[in-house]
């Protein structure tokens, strides 16, 4: 077409290029380059113009004393697990995004919100993907009495900016970003720069007009936003919905957020009647646990403010490959060859002549180092044979040499191990060492790795 030419973006960095590249020279990425029409006269990307015309206001700086405390008007969305997440509730004229993989969930939480926030607030929600139709038939799956709630069933961002000034709600839902275009740009929807400009139209809108905004966000392949990189950087917040789809239940975490911590997560489950909240979510992710079994070791995470129990599962099995296997779900892989590596050299194990496989239940994801030595207790005990008794939690971070480093939050750890039936916590020494800790259940110090092999069952009993 005359007047529009073919370029290749960097969906990190939006560094663009009349080529395909593999890796980005700008910001190293590899494979980032995705096709983008543009119009010829267009020079510079939009965002690099707001850049410009933004500064040539003639804005002064403001001596920090004169500085105003912003007050934050918080609308709670009912939902107490993402309020949580969200620090509080929606602040008015933020924008969330909130992504995940298909099928998650992401349209059922938010039909859920638009109604509970509809008994108060004005809520569009926006729907590029579904038809009206289909999104009737959730709703009343879901029980929705749709007070206050308006459906719109649009991608056009003129005409969705006008039905926003005419409806003029609180809260605006768009579902998903990626199918949201704009007439004045020639790439087709979804392309990075459709993306984006659909989404800082919007950001735009929200603080122009002082409404909260919901982006949806898909994820591609690698589990990133799929668009451009830059929308995570636009955005005030970005929720991650994740969860094991052939299971129930659903966590949401907040990667960003301005308005909050992001270290608090939020548990859902997936019922016929939408998501419920788990407020719970250690009773959940132990239910069917084995009894006496080796390779089995309970952790207690903390996720924000909140203890959480999971259970790690190790398999160690001769190999029959010349490389042996290690796989690894929900533990990170490098922090599984680190315990590996500390094993073999520390405690003499072979297990170089293993295929290792370990698996956090639940689908949870545990990022912390406080969960070291449940790995290494649930891969000792799967090498060996013998059970972790099932009154036994560990807690406690592994160094390099060994040695049980001390953790944070120790004792709301041990209460929550406590309220669970827990009637051992095998903790770090260090931790003790300043000042006792107040605990319901016996605590088992350790200075390092050698002496939890003792604390193993002699024999296994099998009974599963
Ligand atoms: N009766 C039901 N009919 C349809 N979907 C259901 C039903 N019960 C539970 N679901 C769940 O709802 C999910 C669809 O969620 P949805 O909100 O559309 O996901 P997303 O918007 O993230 O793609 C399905 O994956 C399914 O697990
Ligand atoms: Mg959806």
Redesign the pocket.
């Known amino acids: 077409m005359k007047g529009l030419k073919t370029v290749y973006v960097c969906s990190e960095c939006e560094y663009s290029s009349p080529k395909w590249m593999g890796k980005c020279p700008s910001c190293g990425a590899w494979n980032s380059f995705v096709e983008d029409v543009i119009a010829e006269e267009k020079k510079g990307t939009a965002a690099q113009k707001h850049a410009l015309t933004a500064r040539t206001g003639d804005q002064r700086a403001t001596p920090y004393r004169e500085l105003e405390m912003p007050s934050y008007i918080r609308t709670a969305t009912g939902l107490l697990e993402l309020d949580r997440v969200l620090g509080g509730g929606l602040v008015l004229g933020s924008v969330v995004l909130l992504s995940?993989?298909?099928?998650?969930?992401?349209?059922?939480?938010l039909m859920q919100i638009s109604d509970i926030l509809g008994s108060h607030r004005r809520v569009l929600y926006i729907s590029g993907e579904e038809s009206s139709g289909q999104l009737k038939l959730?709703a009343e799956?879901l029980g929705v009495k749709g007070e206050n709630l308006s459906i719109l069933t649009e991608t056009n961002i003129e005409k969705i900016l006008a039905e926003i000034d005419r409806v003029k709600p609180d809260v605006a839902i768009v579902?998903s970003i990626q199918t949201i275009y704009s007439e004045n740009i020639a790439s087709t929807a979804g392309a990075v720069t459709q993306v984006r400009e659909s989404a800082l139209a919007l950001i735009n809108k929200a603080k122009a007009d002082n409404i909260s905004v919901i982006l949806?966000g898909h994820v591609n392949k690698e589990g990133s936003i799929a668009g451009p990189k830059i929308l995570e950087h636009m955005v005030d917040a970005v929720l991650y919905?994740e969860g094991e789809?052939q299971q129930t239940y659903r966590i949401i975490r907040a990667i960003k957020n301005r308005y909050g911590s992001t270290n608090e997560i939020g548990v859902f489950e997936?019922?016929?009647e939408g998501l419920c909240e788990v407020q719970n979510p250690s009773e959940m992710l132990l239910a069917g646990r084995p009894q006496n079994t080796s390779g089995n070791c309970a952790v207690c995470t903390m996720e924000g403010t909140r203890p959480l129990i999971a259970e790690i599962q190790a398999l160690v099995s001769a190999t029959a490959f010349p490389a042996p296997r290690r796989t690894s779900n929900g533990i990170d892989y490098n922090r599984l060859c680190l315990i590996l590596a500390v094993l073999e050299k520390r405690l003499g194990l072979r297990f170089s002549a293993n295929d290792v496989y370990i698996n956090v239940i639940g689908g949870m994801r545990l990022d912390e180092p406080a969960s070291d030595l449940a790995v290494a207790m649930a891969l000792i005990s799967s090498l060996t044979d013998r059970a972790v008794p099932d009154d036994l939690i560990a807690i406690g971070e592994l160094g390099l040499s060994g040695e049980c480093r001390a953790v944070s939050g120790l004792e709301y750890r041990v209460k929550e191990a406590a309220r669970l039936g827990f009637r051992r916590a095998i903790v770090p020494c260090r931790n003790l060492e300043k000042r006792g800790i107040k605990a319901e259940i016996e605590l088992l110090p350790i200075k390092s790795i050698f002496d939890i092999l003792k604390l193993l069952s002699p024999t296994e009993k099998k009974d599963i």
Request: proline share 5%; charged share 35%.
């Open positions: 995940g993989e298909p099928g998650i969930g992401k349209s059922t939480l959730r799956r579902d949806v919905f789809r997936m019922t016929d």
